[in-house]
């Protein structure tokens, strides 16, 4: 007897039979970096009491893991690809556990905002190698797809669960317990780390680090996501905006010239020659710009509008991630039926669609009617338009290149968010300013962040078709590979 034939067909083409549990711990990392950005945000008016901090200083809480966050995450994914996956998404977990205690713990501002700073730096290191470590366990094709879907559910349920699960604990143990709640889960994680996920790493002989390039892009990165954030205070036009700005071009170009003369370059240059990889990150950027977007309209408006409770809010949202897990296996399952681009396109076009029907709200809409049908086709949106540009960004990439890829893919998305709350707060806010005069002004600020939604929407659909496509006409598609995945 042929003892290849009576073996399992995943274990006779390499694949990892761990591979199935092992998606279920990264898409709980995924889950609770999501989570916790979620949740502090629900918590932060308990925090800013207890701690006497001014709104300004409370932002911070928020700031400082942002900052860290968006600027480490192209050095967390090439540590990823040189030092070893598994390495440093344990490293990435173990400090997570920390600054989670760390931030429960907190005896004042000082620090809480450190806390906060390092947790960004954990979650850094953990989601760019989780998504790395997903790319090399699933061959590229229908598994990988459904390993995406299940990837992109998990960030949708962590943000609802985030807002269910906040206000409760906030109400029954304190805004403490927000953080405390991290740390069985990471344990767990740190558990199961080394038993689920097997190493893998860049087998080439360069494993040295750029350093000049990842000083200047870690620098560049952070400013931008700086920028962003300050930008609706300070004003888009102000001094301060346009003089940071100039040196976060210069960073650009400084980096760019670096990397252009490393031998061993954090970013190499040649990723950007496929037109996949660009097309899918810029994409998700648009994408994030109305994830983000619309949840700073619609929160807004349900807590300040239909004042409703927390606990409310999450439960009137709920519709909304439902319909993006169910979105994002569907998306999954047409991906090698039909190709990237027309999943992508549609993702996008249900986007901009459920941001359209909800321009129309008011007062005295009904939930059923008005809200519930925006939310519904915006969550398949959600759900499906990041599977596909995941898998266009990620796909033909060398496994060497995983964690770097990996990083400029959910850097895409940290800072597309970042845009997009930027954008969509100064235009409410720009409305808002004529309420005392006009007090339909507060209502037409909602509607109009929408509509700035739906302008994202627009512009991602040309991006879309203009960029999701093979050169020459032909249609890009993810096609099954049959390659053996190494681990090195």
Not at 57 to 81: C, E, H, I, V, Y
Request: with cysteine; aromatic share 8%; net charge positive.
């Amino acid at each position: 007897m042929n003892l290849a034939q009576t073996a399992p067909t995943s274990v006779a083409q390499g694949l990892d039979p761990r591979r199935w549990k092992a998606l279920i711990l990264l898409c709980t990392a995924n889950f609770m970096v999501i989570l916790d950005a979620q949740i502090v945000i629900m918590g932060l008016p308990s925090i800013s009491a207890d701690l006497h901090l001014s709104p300004v200083q409370a932002q911070w809480a928020l700031s400082a893991n942002l900052l860290t966050f968006g600027g480490l995450l192209l050095l967390g994914g090439r540590a990823a690809d040189l030092l070893g996956r598994r390495k440093v998404f344990i490293i990435g977990t173990a400090l997570f556990l920390l600054v989670s205690l760390l931030s429960g713990l907190a005896w004042n501002g000082e620090v809480l905002f450190v806390a906060r700073a390092l947790h960004g730096v954990s979650a850094a290191l953990m989601a760019p190698t989780a998504l790395s470590i997903l790319t090399n366990t699933f061959p590229e094709g229908r598994e990988r797809n459904k390993a995406f879907a299940a990837w992109s559910g998990s960030a949708s349920i962590g943000a609802t669960v985030g807002l269910l699960l906040g206000g409760t604990l906030i109400d029954w143990l304190g805004w403490q317990s927000i953080f405390f709640v991290n740390v069985p889960v990471a344990l767990l994680m740190l558990v199961l780390s080394p038993v689920l996920l097997r190493e893998s790493k860049d087998a080439g002989k360069w494993r040295t680090f750029d350093l000049a390039g990842a000083v200047v892009s870690t620098a560049a990165l952070g400013l931008l996501v700086y920028i962003l954030v300050e930008a609706p205070a300070k004003g888009w036009v102000s001094f301060h905006t346009i003089g940071f700005a100039a040196v976060f071009v210069v960073l650009v170009a400084l980096t760019i010239l670096i990397e252009k003369r490393s031998a061993s370059p954090l970013v190499p240059l040649r990723l950007f020659r496929s037109r996949a990889l660009v097309g899918g990150n810029l994409v998700t950027g648009i994408a994030a710009m109305l994830a983000f977007g619309m949840s700073v309209t619609i929160s807004q408006y349900s807590l300040g509008v239909l004042h409703y409770t927390a606990l409310e809010f999450g439960l009137s949202q709920s519709a909304m991630p439902i319909a993006a897990v169910i979105g994002a296996f569907l998306a999954s399952a047409l991906l090698t039926r039909v190709g990237i681009r027309p999943v992508a396109v549609t993702g996008v076009l249900l986007l901009g669609v459920g941001c359209l029907l909800l321009t129309g709200i008011t007062p005295e809409a009904s939930y059923w009617g008005h809200v519930f049908p925006g939310l519904v086709l915006f969550g398949f949106g959600l759900g499906g338009g990041p599977v596909a540009l995941a898998a266009a960004a990620l796909g033909g990439i060398a496994k060497k290149d995983a964690g770097i890829a990996s990083g400029l893919n959910t850097a895409a998305f940290q800072v597309g968010g970042a845009i997009g709350v930027g954008i969509v707060s100064t235009v409410i806010a720009s409305h808002m300013a004529e309420a005392a005069t006009n007090p339909a002004a507060v209502m037409d600020g909602f509607t109009q962040g929408f509509v700035a939604c739906v302008i994202f929407a627009a512009v991602g659909l040309v991006l879309a078709l203009a960029l999701l496509r093979k050169p020459g006409g032909g249609k890009l598609q993810v096609v099954p590979d049959q390659r053996t995945p190494s681990a090195h």
